[in-house]
């Protein structure tokens, strides 16, 4: 049986190019254990923790003294990881050292090409051996194309990695410019100055218990906007494989759409379809509310789609942040294994709805800010597919990249 695996895991590899070599892992490296972190973890630490699905934290020591390759060890999922400096594993993965004849970074490239997950040990919690390891066929090829292949992905891995940086930038001025106008009433007034430091009327609202801007009223969350919940997708299985979309789910919410998504019929009611820039909310499990940027997909149920006719989305993206925390709070309260929110706390949410005037003002500096969130997103999705589209075709020879001469 060992013998015939062998020889399908070569057949796979037909079609190296010449000068490349086909390896064994094992003839490359050694997966060294990772070990319990102890006293070393320490949250003001320079060096990453690793464990199977990716940094845990911060460390006061290294385990490795430079840049290196973490590879899940045990669970159901088992990630490869990369850390451009020294860094600590505990013992749920495997760090790989020495590298012969493979850089780093291309070696990196390379094992996100190979499935970690299909490799299990047999026993009760799935796991990756150092045996199954060290068998797995690499192709090797020379260094100069290593290092070319390595840094084409390096540059789009960037550009991503600048793409979120500057989202989170500008995400935080947009919810800090939020807090000045709707929590400290320093909006701009007709002068541009701030409201309430420069004497402008504030007065009495019962509902709320403190003084607010003349001429704001409160409305309740649900009455600025329309949550819509979504399907029991299920029940729309894809006519074809090749027309559907993907659904999406609590678990898109956090991380986008993936192969592993599953697939829906596209003919489902278009108020269900979710399109970049939505606003999608998850009222249960995990309470989180996001810009959607992840491409067209299917709306299924305990996720709602925030939609206005009234009001700008970012009035009601950043209302429903507002009122996040006690959301969370009362799911959390849930004795279920699934806490929730209902729709009557939506109904007792309530938000500071400004004259249309000002709301026209401040539309005018917050619907860029969203904008520029929704582009960077989806400009970090396409560099992702052309990445994902490009590694198995770099790191297998059948795209070829010019070699530069030092």
Known sequence: MKRAAETKSRQTLVGTPDNWQLKRWGDLATLEYGKSLGGHQDSSGQFPVFGTNGQIGWSNQYLHPSEGIIIGRKGAYR?????PKPFFVIDTAFFLKPLVEFSVKCAYYELLTQDMNAIDSGSAIPSTTRSDFYNLDVRVPPLPEQESIARI???????IEINQRINKAVEAMGKAIFKHWFIDFEFPNEQGKPYKSSG??????????????????????DEIADFLNGLALQNFPPETEEQYLPAIKIRELRQGTTESSDR??????????????????????????????????ALNQHLFKVTSAKFPKWFCYYWILEHLPE???????????????????????????PDQATLRRMDKIQRPIINKLVQAGVESRTLSEVRDALLPKLMSGKVRVPVEVR
């Open 200 to 221: 402008g009327e504030m007065v009495y609202n019962e509902e709320l218990d403190k003084e607010i801007p003349r001429e704001w009223a409160t409305k309740p969350i």
């Open 79 to 83: 990630g490869i990881h990369y850390s």
């Open 327 to 353: 959301y969370r709070r009362i799911a959390e309260g849930k004795a279920t294994t699934m806490g929730h929110i209902q729709r009557y706390h939506l109904t007792d949410s309530l938000v500071l709805v």
């Open 264 to 297: 829906v019929s596209p003919n489902i009611p278009k108020e269900y379809i979710v399109d970049d820039g939505d606003v999608l909310f998850s009222w249960s499990g995990t309470l989180e509310v996001v810009l959607w940027t992840s491409g067209r997909g």
């Open 153 to 159: 992905l390096s540059d789009l891995d960037s550009r």
